[in-house]
């Protein structure tokens, strides 16, 4: 049995308890396998295969690339910074580019478990996942955490589908498909 979210009173009567019942998961919170391979899909393009003329092995582009927006890029949508010494055009392997991605996905997750009040489900918690895994966990989490702890799940699907899309011509797609995640749980990231 499930511990209940909450006891109330339901009259003078302190033993007249009634028991409330939530089905939305608390913290702590992780992203899940379906959530892991969306994010993959939306960075990457595809799990395996070649997308946009890139080599896609397990969600990840082992040659750095410039993305859509003109900025270097590598593994599953990694951010290349002059500290990776990494060049557009070089290779890395599949281990390097899984702690990126590793190391990225424990800093959506500890954003999400510190900053998210509300309970959520598992699906509603990757979709932000994805949201935040693309926006960055610091100046892009900030309005849409400030907007999910008002507890109004019901606007998140539109909110979502304007968040931070900005010039980025690419995103309202993946807006839309990460929307219909936290509304649905329909796990589909094609283009």
């Not at 896609?56 to 993305?67: N, P, Q, R, S, W």
């Not at 997750?109 to 932000?128: G, H, T």
């Not at 799940?153 to 980025?168: A, C, P, Q, S």
Request: net charge negative.
């Amino acid at each position: 049995m499930i511990d209940p979210l909450h006891k109330c009173t339901t009259n003078t009567n302190p033993d007249s308890n009634v028991n409330v019942y939530i089905s939305r998961y608390c913290k702590p919170w992780k992203i899940s396998d379906d959530g892991l391979s969306f994010i993959a899909v939306w960075e990457s393009g595809a799990l395996d295969g070649t997308y946009a003329g890139h080599k896609v092995i397990e969600g990840f582009i082992l040659t750095a690339y410039l993305d859509n927006a003109g900025i270097p890029t590598v593994g599953c949508g990694h951010r290349i910074y002059p500290s990776d010494h990494i060049k557009v055009g070089d290779t890395i392997s599949l281990e390097r580019a899984r702690g990126f991605k590793a190391k990225a996905i424990e800093k959506v997750e500890s954003r999400l478990n510190s900053d998210v009040n509300v309970p959520l489900y598992q699906f509603e918690y990757d979709a932000l996942a994805s949201i935040i895994y693309n926006c960055g966990e610091n100046s892009g989490a900030g309005a849409i955490i400030d907007k999910i702890n008002t507890g109004h799940y019901e606007t998140m699907f539109d909110y979502i589908l304007t968040y931070r899309v900005g010039r980025n011509k690419g995103l309202p797609p993946r807006r839309f498909s990460e929307a219909r995640l936290f509304e649905s749980g329909i796990y589909d990231a094609s283009y």
